[in-house]
């Protein structure tokens, strides 16, 4: 059975979800489908092996090619994975904007991908400060 997501422009991410080969790049096509591929990324792939301390992605984006290291902390997420789409995000100048919120839920990050104008509403909705990574 797959899980699919109730909301596709808001993810709670739990930080301790790295084990091995696929991780990352799950991460960046969950961060791709929040922003219904606003980005247009290919060929996404990674490596990562927790015991030699390697962490890495690479993809394409508008023609070229990406890689971004991570730091290795056992099974721990590596959080500047979000900055770093949220920049190429705001570079394309698209209409969407990552959100989020590191402070309120343990170990999870609250992720929202909204246009601008609406972080105020989506605030005042659910009472929950996000805050743009971007």
């Known amino acids: ?8 422009r808001v993810w709670m991410c739990d930080a301790e979800c790295i084990y091995d080969r696929g991780d990352y790049k799950t991460i960046v096509e969950r961060l791709e489908h929040m922003t219904s ?4 990324l290919e060929d996404i792939d990674d490596e990562v092996d927790i015991e030699r301390g390697i962490a890495r992605v690479r ?5 070229q090619t990406v890689r971004w290291k991570f730091a290795v902390h056992d099974d721990w ?6 900055p770093r789409y949220a920049k190429l995000l705001a570079d394309s100048n698209g209409p969407l904007r990552l959100f989020g919120n ?3 839920f343990g170990q999870c990050a609250l992720l929202v991908a909204l246009r601008p104008t609406d972080r105020g509403k ?8 996000v805050r743009r990574m971007a």
């Open 59 to 63: 993809f394409s984006h508008s023609g």
């Open 77 to 82: 997420l590596d959080g500047s994975i979000f």
């Open 1 to 8: 059975m797959t899980w699919t997501p109730d909301c596709d």
């Open 122 to 129: 989506f605030v005042k909705l659910t009472r929950i400060r």
């Open 102 to 104: 590191f402070r309120k």
């Open 37 to 40: 591929k606003a980005l247009s």
